[in-house]
């Protein structure tokens, strides 16, 4: 079945240094690719999304590429700041209605 | 617009107990899902429903059940609480490829 992979956590940087979070996927055709984003004590929201190959999701500062040559989506950010602490989360899913599915999310801390 | 909202925000259960968690979306989407999320794992879905009336089974129905009859309200019930309950249980309501979560509610058995 579909199922997607995250770098495990915790990650911990310093304030302006540059974030890589590593986000594979298996699925079969097509999927559409997420990362959410959860702040402490909050849900999830969505962070920034890709719809197909190729596509670059882009928000807050943060990137992805669809890359469907090495199935991944990793997200990254040039300099990441204290309030990025959170747990950032990578899914999938086949059509605009269907089931999400989550990877187990990378807890990043970020320190001043 | 308010969102997803979900109550209670925290309860406490003893074993055996049974309760009602609520959610409520005011955004007119159809589909909705309920997942859990245990320390340091990512989200489990419970049930989902793809409008009023219909609802389906997720990864870990047990324990649970749910019902829609609007297309706003979507509660998830637990009845004979257990301990292996205690996790944080998140409601999101779905729309062209976005999932709109609540803030969750924290629930303990004991």
């Known amino acids: 079945g579909d199922s997607v992979t995250q770098m495990e956590g915790p990650v911990t940087l310093s304030e302006e240094a540059f974030l890589t979070i590593n986000c594979t996927y298996t699925?079969?055709?097509?999927?559409?690719l997420f990362w959410y984003v959860q702040y402490p004590g909050e849900g999830l929201q969505l962070l920034l999304k890709a719809t197909k190959a190729d596509d670059k999701g882009s928000n807050k500062g943060f990137e992805a590429t669809y890359r469907k040559e090495t199935t991944s989506f990793h997200l990254e950010k040039g300099s990441v700041q204290v309030s990025d602490s959170a747990v950032y989360f990578c899914a999938l899913t086949r059509t605009s209605y269907d089931k999400v599915i989550f990877g187990p999310g990378t807890s990043l801390s970020v320190i001043p | 617009n308010a969102g997803v909202t979900q109550t209670p925000k925290f309860r406490i259960l003893k074993i055996g107990q049974s309760m009602t968690l609520q959610c409520t979306q005011d955004m007119n989407h159809n589909y909705m899902y309920w997942y859990r999320q245990d320390p340091g794992m990512g989200l489990k879905l419970i049930y989902y429903s793809v409008g009023a009336g219909i609802t389906d089974k997720g990864e870990v129905p047990n324990g649970y059940n749910v019902s829609r009859s609007t297309t706003e309200d979507f509660p998830l019930r637990l009845e004979l609480a257990a301990p292996s309950q205690t996790s944080v249980y998140f409601c999101?309501?779905?729309?062209?490829?976005?999932?709109?979560f609540g803030p969750g509610t924290r629930l303990t058995v004991t």
């Open positions: 699925a079969t055709g097509y999927p559409s």
């Open positions: 999101a309501s779905g729309y062209n490829y976005e999932q709109y």
